[in-house]
Antibody
Framework: QVQLVQSGAEVKKPGASVKVSCKAS????????MHWVRQAPGQGLEWMGI????????SYAQKFQGRVTMTRDTSTSTVYMELSSLRSEDTAVYYC?????????WGQGTLVTVSS | SSELTQDPAVSVALGQTVRITCQGD??????ASWYQQKPGQAPVLVIY???NRPSGIPDRFSGSSSGNTASLTITGAQAEDEADYYC????????????FGGGTKLTVL
């Protein structure tokens, strides 16, 4: 069965960077784009960007341009999302998700807490 | 970029029908998908495409679209349907961008 397994919770100080991983299994990794979506406490879902696991091309929401980098490792079927210059407003649960028709799968989420 | 607008909260009596709407320009070009999210859980897809339900989603969930508005209808709402519901669609700006609505909190009375 399809699984997206994310790395564990992180606590970071303002100004630092965080890198979250998402390991895919149960399907052909390079066949489906992967999205990153975040959810601040008590808030809605916010789309951050997308990576094509096949070629590695990326596209980011304007809000995160310059601060986010999405990469992938096809040898381990893993995608990564790195967010830099963290601020308190970046405290959120970060999800990877396929968002592709009926192949719609989400990771379990990774809580990133930004606090001094 | 596009925006999708949802009512923040909707309520429905147990067993009755409720419609949750989502408005945005991108919906004139792309179908909405609908997600159900319960506290502490990842979102779950309930409707995608014109009106498709993933395996395991009860048939009381249905979707429709007209112009710039997409709707999720729950016919015969159950207590377990109480949750947050989010719509999303492709962003009309292209490049596989996606936009989410702000979410609707559904209360089943």
């Amino acid at each position: 069965q399809v699984q997206l397994v994310q790395s564990g919770a992180e606590v970071k100080k303002p100004g630092a960077s965080v890198k979250v991983s998402c390991k895919a299994s149960g399907y052909t990794f390079t066949s489906y784009y992967m999205h990153w979506v975040r959810q601040a406490p008590g808030q809605g879902l916010e789309w951050m960007g997308i990576i094509n696991p096949s070629g590695g091309s990326t596209s980011y929401a304007q809000k995160f341009q310059g601060r986010v980098t999405m990469t992938r490792d096809t040898s381990t079927s893993t995608v990564y999302m790195e967010l830099s210059s963290l601020r308190s407003e970046d405290t959120a649960v970060y999800y990877c998700a396929t968002l592709t028709g009926d192949l719609d799968y989400w990771g379990q989420g990774t809580l990133v807490t930004v606090s001094s | 970029s596009s925006e999708l607008t949802q009512d923040p909260a909707v309520s429905v009596a147990l067993g009755q029908t409720v419609r949750i709407t989502c408005q945005g320009d991108s919906l004139r070009s792309y179908y909405a998908s609908w997600y159900q999210q319960k506290p502490g859980q990842a979102p779950v897809l309930v409707i995608y495409g014109k009106n498709n339900r993933p395996s395991g989603i009860p048939d009381r969930f249905s979707g429709s679209s007209s112009g710039n508005t997409a709707s999720l209808t729950i016919t015969g709402a159950q207590a377990e349907d109480e949750a947050d519901y989010y719509c999303n669609s492709r962003d009309s700006s292209g490049n596989h961008h996606v936009v989410f609505g702000g979410g609707t909190k559904l209360t089943v009375l």
